[in-house]
Nanobody, 114 residues
Framework: QVQLVESGGGLVQPGGSLRLSCAAS????????MGWYRQAPGKQRELVAS???????VTADSVKGRFTISRDNAKNTLFLQMNSLKPEDTAVYFC????????WGQGTQVTVSS
């Protein structure tokens, strides 16, 4: 089965930007649904954005207009461009394939703080 490895997290000031990457161990061309989730301390994991193989996207209201999900099938990579970051965006961000009962990466920490 496919393995997912996230990268690109870190510490950023409010208003800053980060780009998360999720590298898959094999082709993602045929993976119909991929997404980014996040989990803040003491909170449940929540969907940030998802994208289908036809590049149809769904974005959570809390990040709409600031975050953009995309996929590069040729590079077997999923991306999350995060702009205008806020302290409430602080969380561990997880890459996912095949939905919530599917495959997860190990997560990457994003901390937004001055």
């Amino acid at each position: 089965q496919v393995q997912l490895v996230e990268s690109g997290g870190g510490l950023v000031q409010p208003g800053g930007s980060l780009r998360l990457s999720c590298a898959a161990s094999r082709s993602i061309f045929a993976i119909n649904l991929m997404g980014w989730y996040r989990q803040a301390p003491g909170k449940q994991r929540e969907l940030v954005a998802s994208i289908t193989s036809a590049s149809r996207t769904v974005t959570a209201d809390s990040v709409k207009g600031r975050f953009t999900i995309s996929r590069d099938n040729a590079k077997n990579t999923l991306f999350l461009q995060m702009n205008s970051l806020k302290p409430e965006d602080t969380a561990v961000y997880f890459c996912n394939a095949y939905g919530i009962n599917g495959i997860w990466g190990q997560g990457t920490q994003v901390t937004v703080s001055s």
